[in-house]
Structure formats: C-alpha cells, structure tokens
C-alpha cells in the first residue's frame, strides 16, 4: 500500500507568522496533491503537481504556495498565515496518467493547523 | 467552478441496515468517480471506483452510475458499526486531470 506521511501533524502559529507543510510519499506516484478539509466544504484542492519541479492550480490557491522539490516530496507555503487558513490539511499521491486523473488517491494522515 | 454535491448530510442507520449515499455532478465532462471512506483522525481512503454506467459491486458496497443524470451512489447493505465515518465521493472530468471532491455524507450505525 502506498505511504504518505506529514509533517508536522499539528501546528499552531500566529497571524502573519509563516508556516511550512511537508509531504512525502515512497512509491514513486507522479501526481501529489494539498487538501484542506473544512465542515461544510468537504475537500478542497488547494495545488497539485504531475512531478519535480510542476506546479498546477487547484480550486483554493489564494493565500498558498507550494513546491514539488523531488518525485517524493511537496511542500505546502503559507507566508502571512490568516485565522481563514485554520484547517485540517491533507496531502494525496496517485499514478495517474498525466492529463488524465482516474486513478485512487492515497492521502497521508493529515496536519491541523490554528492560526491564531 | 466544477462541483459536486452529496447528500445528505448525515445519515444514522441501525446494524444491519442499508446506508445510502447520493452524489451529484454538474459538469459533464465527469467521467471518472471514487467513493472514499474517512474513519475520525484518519485520512480518507479508496472505497471503491465507477466508471461505467450501471452497478459495480463490491462486497457489502454497490456503486451505481448514470452518466446521463451526472448521479452516481453507493449503497451500504447490512451496515456495521465500523461503517461508522465520513464518506465522500470524487470525479474526474475527462478533459483535465483535476479531482473534485464532494463535500462528504457522516454515516453513524448504532449497534
């Protein structure tokens, strides 16, 4: 089975203050994925990457960044953290084909993060 | 924007019942749908794919898909308290390599 693991899994900062959100899957899977996971929203794409160095917009990106260092790692960058950015936040791999996405996602166990 | 819509909300269901879950697209372009299954502190996980008109059954879970009503549903037959957690379904349109989530059903089964 696929492994996605986060870090941290929790996190607290204040407004203003910058936050980093790691991801890193170990089978190789070209496309990643950041959700936030909100009552009421269900989960939302924040960015997603078909691989090194790719960066594509998702449905939420204001307020984020995101860079995809290596096949294994996506990292998620919030430079002036807002109260409206606490959240659950969830990273995904898959192996889907590249402009085609039907294949399962393996999520990693989440970050919670309170921006106070 | 893309979306897709579930319902309902919540749903609370005796052991052994039958659990229900409805989902609704308003894009045509969705080809491709996933159930996923999220127990409390945990990330969500594949429950099952459909991706064709008609039923796909799995077990205790039967998908079922109907492309021309952009309406796909999972039924859950002789429901467990473990079935107990937040289900969510995905689409895939054909066109691009974007993934939409619902916005999630909480099932609860009482013993």
């Known amino acids: 089975e696929a492994a996605v693991t986060q870090s941290p899994r929790n996190k607290v900062t204040v407004t203003g203050g910058n936050v980093t959100l790691s991801c890193r899957q170990t089978?190789?899977?070209?496309?990643m994925y950041w959700y936030r996971q909100d009552t009421g929203h269900g989960l939302r794409l924040i960015h997603y990457s078909y691989g090194a160095g790719n960066l594509q917009i998702g449905d939420v990106p204001d307020g984020y960044k995101a860079t995809r260092t290596t096949q294994e790692d996506f990292f998620l960058l919030l430079e002036l953290a807002s109260p409206s950015q606490t959240s659950l936040y969830f990273c995904?791999?898959?192996?889907?084909?590249?402009?085609?996405?039907?294949?399962?996602?393996?999520f990693g166990p989440g970050t919670r993060l309170t921006v106070l | 924007q893309q979306k897709v819509q579930q319902s309902p909300e919540s749903l609370s269901v005796p052991e052994g019942g039958m659990a229900s879950f409805n989902c609704t697209s308003s894009?045509?372009?969705?080809?491709y749908f996933w159930w996923y299954r999220q127990h409390s502190g945990e990330g969500p996980k594949a429950l099952m794919?459909?991706?064709?008109?008609g039923d796909k059954k799995e077990g205790r879970f039967t998908a079922h898909l109907n492309k021309a009503s952009l309406h796909v549903s999972l039924h859950i037959r002789d429901s467990q308290p473990s079935d107990s957690a937040l289900y969510f379904c995905?689409?895939?349109?054909?066109?691009?390599?974007?993934?939409?989530f619902g916005t999630g059903t909480r099932l609860q089964v009482s013993p």
């Open positions: 794919s459909i991706f064709s008109d």
């Open positions: 089978n190789s899977h070209n496309y």
């Open positions: 995905a689409a895939s349109p054909s066109n691009t390599d974007k993934v939409v």
């Open positions: 894009d045509r372009n969705f080809q």
């Open positions: 995904a791999s898959s192996d889907a084909d590249w402009g085609v996405n039907y294949a399962e996602q393996f």
